[in-house]
Every structure is written in C-alpha cells, then in structure tokens.
C-alpha cells in the first residue's frame, strides 16, 4: 500500500500517503495522521492525531480477507483498506466506498525518491 493515493470515486479529493516498514505503518492525510503497528493490539495500534487536538485509539489488524482494519478502541471495526486490481478501497463504517487510484510508485529497487509511472 505505500505510496500516494487520490480518490477516483466516492469521496472525490480525498488523498493519503501511505508509508510502511514491516509491520509498521503511517498513514497521512488532511488532517489526520495514523501511526500504528499491525498486531491487532491497542497498545501498538494507531493514537490518531487530528487537527483538532482529539486523540482517537485504534487496534489495527489484517482481516482473512487481507483488508487493514481499524477497530476503534479495539471494540468495533470503523474503516478497512485493501487493494483490488491496482486499487485501494476505503471503506467507512457506513459502509461507504471510496476507490483510489496511486498516484505515484518506488522505484523497482526501492531506492531513491517516488518516481511517476
């Protein structure tokens, strides 16, 4: 999921830049940045910051369908990610969709700056 992501459809203009090494990832966009590790636990999970100061805790787990799950204060699941095709899918509590496109890459030996392809 690294790299930088815009939405093509559902929540148009909706950005995030996703940066992972090993089970640890940060998740940046407007307004928000997860930082978190991916063991299902609370402890290690996302301690959301917003510019509005709240503090929001997250478990983070990966789901038997690979789908990133966000289960707020570890009690129920508020938003997934995963990638379809070449996509990522963001999905909210509500159930709503939002399909990203990325709009940028690694080079192939990880390496350097982000590339456009």
């Not at 830049?17 to 299902?40: K, P, S, W, Y």
């Not at 938003?79 to 969709?97: A, N, Y």
């Amino acid at each position: 999921m690294r790299g930088l992501w815009l939405a093509k459809s559902g929540f148009l203009g909706h950005t995030e830049r996703i940066e992972q090494c090993g089970n640890r990832m940060v998740i940046t966009t407007a307004g928000l940045i997860h930082d978190f590790r991916v063991d299902g636990t609370l402890k290690n999970g996302a301690r959301d910051i917003q510019t509005s100061c709240t503090n929001l805790a997250s478990a983070i787990k990966v789901d038997v369908n690979a789908k990133l799950v966000f289960r707020l204060f570890n009690l129920f699941d508020t938003v997934s990610r995963h990638l379809d095709k070449g996509e990522m899918i963001f999905t909210f509590v509500d159930g709503t969709q939002t399909r990203m496109q990325r709009a940028c890459f690694l080079p192939d030996n990880d390496k350097g700056i982000y590339g456009a392809r």
